[in-house]
């Protein structure tokens, strides 16, 4: 948070012009006020670092200032002036939360080490603040991540080998496969710890905004432009910048980004002057960059900018293993989050739920279990609490129609077997019949033991019809 915006506000002009000229000697940037009412509108308007306010203006005084600007909300840091060294309106001026005050006639050193001390408080309290949050994201981000598969051991161990360095990082998944969570984990895992963390989403901003937002504009740079803004890439100088959904990102703004990882340096849009960044590149994408790049939507150069370290979140479906964690993770936070007695999820849901394709991945868990904590009053969640998912909809993918198949097959059985209410022995022949029939007959067979009389019945079809399957779909038969 350095010290960079400062108003005054006094009605005599010697004084406006004596700090004005100071503090524009300094660097800062100086607006002025000529009384409270004018100084009031500025603050509305504008966002200072530091006013230094006159206690004796006409219209509204610096103290009646200083409890709007409370009002506001704002931790503007406020300095009162007063003209007589009268200990009374210092100690107002205190009580009503100035940050200090100076008597007038006053010498530039005064001024001088006053703003030394806001400064250095503002320094101060910007690593606070940072810190404190940073302590607070890390240590969520490394309670939050959920997952021991083959395949998320991976991405741990590439997070933490990358941690030291600043090199540029692509993140690839499916939708919901925690693409966000693992930016973080990279940025809060390494040196840049401290310093900011932002994320800007390239598909969900307009591209004219898309470009001010990312390289800052200066003032009146064009319509709608008011004041001069810092860009994102700015914003995360010494940190990390995280380009989500960077397959979205325009051509044009494509190359831009290319120079200024090769310059490491930013323009305004509007302005002219070359601002040195120094920041860390995490990208993520949805999409397929190397389809995109075969055709020209997606630059080569700035692929391979940006695919030093790749990191493949692979889709839910592909790590099973981990489904069981991330339900109780999910089942857990949902209950708290909730104010829920805690519940508990039965064998044949975590079977359920191990079986289903995802195609929404890990968001897709976590929505379903908060749903059947919302929907369900018992304190244990078995499989019909998860009914949505079982329509066996995955496009067939090896393996894993298999699987689900099973578990679908499982869960017939056993609610055969103990009358749960609410499935019907006869629907899955016909739910799955088109896409899967074939599988879905030999499965049956083999978990009956190739009891034809038990599969047909499992099946909801008659005997005949299924010997008449049976050829048809040349399944070939085993002994029990
Ligand atoms: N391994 C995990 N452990 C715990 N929570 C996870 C994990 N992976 C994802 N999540 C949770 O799932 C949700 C989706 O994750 P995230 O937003 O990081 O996915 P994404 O890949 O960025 O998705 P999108 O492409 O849709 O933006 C979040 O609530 C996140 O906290
Ligand atoms: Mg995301």
Redesign the pocket.
Known sequence: MPLNRILVADDEESIRWVLSKALKQKGFSVDLAHDGRHALELIKDNCYDLAILDIKMPGITGLELLDKVRELNSDLLVVIMTAEASMKNAVEAMKRGAYDYITKPFDLDVIDAIIEKVARARDIAGQVTTLKQELKDRYQVEKNIVGNSAAMQEVYKTIGKVAVSDVTILIQGE?GTG??LVARAVHFNSGRLGKPFIAI?CAAIPRDLLESELFGSEKGAFTGAGERKQGKFEQANHGTLFL??IGDMPLDLQAKILRVLQEQEVTRIGGNQNIPVDVRIVA?T?QSLVEKVRQKEFREDLYYRLNVVPITLAPLRERRDDIPALANYFLSRSCAEMSASPKRLTDDALELLKSYSWPGNVRELENSVKRAVILSNDPLLTSLDFGGLLPVSETPQSGSQETSLEALVDLKLRSCMNGIEGLDKGDIHAMVLEQVERPLIRLVLEKCRWNQVKAADILGINRNTLRKKISELQIEMKRG
């Open positions: 939708s693409k966000e989403n989500d959904e993520a949805n």
